[in-house]
């Protein structure tokens, strides 16, 4: 897998959590900047997505399997803005506390697709 789309990934759905626990604890909701945040991580796991798809489709096998693998990639692509439609229904610090964890859902998701490709 490429690492360093992995690191830059992880580190990105981090600075987002804390970010956006930042708002929470100063009792705000998602505004604009954090939806404009969103969708760069989001942008960077559907990179992460695209590069993982053509990896399996050149013939290079993850250490712990395509099913696994696909699974996380696609878990990985759907995390935050999921979260993101989530804090749109809920205008109130909560909503930013889901897209925090969100970002670190994606980070521990980061790990997890790097350990299964064999790394």
Not at 51 to 73: K, M, N, S, W
Request: net charge neutral; with cysteine.
């Amino acid at each position: 897998m490429f690492d360093a789309l992995t690191l830059v990934t992880g580190v990105a759905a981090l600075l987002l959590a804390a970010w956006c626990g930042w708002a929470a604890y100063r009792d705000q909701p998602t505004k604009d900047w954090h939806f404009a945040a969103m969708a760069v991580v989001s942008v960077l796991a559907l990179a992460q997505l695209v590069v993982g798809v053509v990896q399996l489709a050149r013939g290079e096998d993850p250490a712990q399997g395509r099913t696994i693998f696909v699974a996380y990639l696609l878990g990985a692509f759907a995390c935050v803005p999921a979260a993101g439609f989530m804090s749109l229904a809920e205008r109130t610090k909560w909503g930013s506390v889901t897209v925090a964890a969100s970002g670190v859902v994606l980070a521990v998701l980061e790990v997890r697709l790097y350990d299964i490709w064999g790394g």
